[in-house]
């Protein structure tokens, strides 16, 4: 099936990290996404990983990936006001380049 | 370097109505997908154009249809409307090469329906 699972809601006190988890069926998904949405607004790529590494740091964000276990996490260390919005995690499948399969989202509000 | 633009915004139509949808990539991009966003449903797939080909389908009506041109745009059409299909309708565009499919999003046309 095309079921990405994520948790609805965090809140986070600002400079505190956040953590955001996912977890995805197909195993043989080659990339894996995440994607922020702030309110009235489109999908802003943040980062993605291949589906062979474990881990991928960029500035403020790790991604650490248990293929084994189909789960994703994206970290975000010194979580600003700016970073209060919605997170999808998405796949890609092997067999469609662009097609994404996306997690119903989750809903981060950073407390100042 | 522009965005992905999606035009118009907002709109407002009438049950039974069609609607056309347009959506123009980043200049180079030959991949044009769609998507619907609901509070229901999430994100879900609609279709993928490359080089004025559908190339990917996702499981949507008939009423659903699109194309794209030579210049890539892409443009996304909705037949006989329903109120279900208010939603926010989001483009992307991608390079398309390999499996990389690193999606640019517009900021999406919000439809409503009554």
């Known amino acids: 099936g095309e079921d990405v699972e994520q948790s609805l809601f965090l809140s986070v006190r600002e400079g505190d990290s956040s953590v955001i988890n996912c977890t995805y069926t197909d195993s043989s998904s080659t990339y894996l996404y995440w994607y922020k949405q702030e309110p009235g607004a489109g999908l802003q790529l943040l980062t993605y990983?291949?589906?062979?590494?474990d881990m991928k740091q960029d500035q403020r964000l790790t991604v650490l990936l248990n293929k084994k276990d189909k789960h994703l996490s994206l970290r975000i260390a010194d979580t600003q006001t700016g970073d209060s919005a919605i997170y999808f995690c998405?796949?890609?499948?092997?067999?469609?380049?662009?097609?994404?399969?996306f997690g119903k989202g989750n809903q981060v509000v950073v407390i100042p | 370097k522009a965005g992905v633009t999606q035009t118009p915004r907002y709109l407002i139509k009438t049950r039974g109505q069609q609607v056309t949808l347009s959506c123009s990539p980043i200049s180079g991009h030959r991949s044009v997908s769609w998507y619907q966003q609901t509070p229901g449903q999430g994100l879900q797939f609609l279709f993928e154009y490359f080089s004025e080909t559908q190339r990917n389908k996702g499981n949507f009506p008939g009423r659903f249809s699109g194309r794209q041109f030579s210049n890539s745009r892409s443009e996304m059409n909705v037949s006989t409307l329903e109120l279900g299909d208010s939603a926010l309708y989001l483009c992307?565009?991608?390079?398309?090469?390999?499996?990389?499919?690193?999606?640019?999003f517009g900021q999406g046309t919000r439809l409503t329906v009554v």
């Open positions: 992307a565009s991608s390079l398309a090469k390999g499996y990389t499919t690193e999606a640019f």
């Open positions: 990983i291949f589906s062979n590494m």
């Open positions: 998405a796949e890609a499948r092997v067999y469609g380049n662009n097609r994404l399969a």
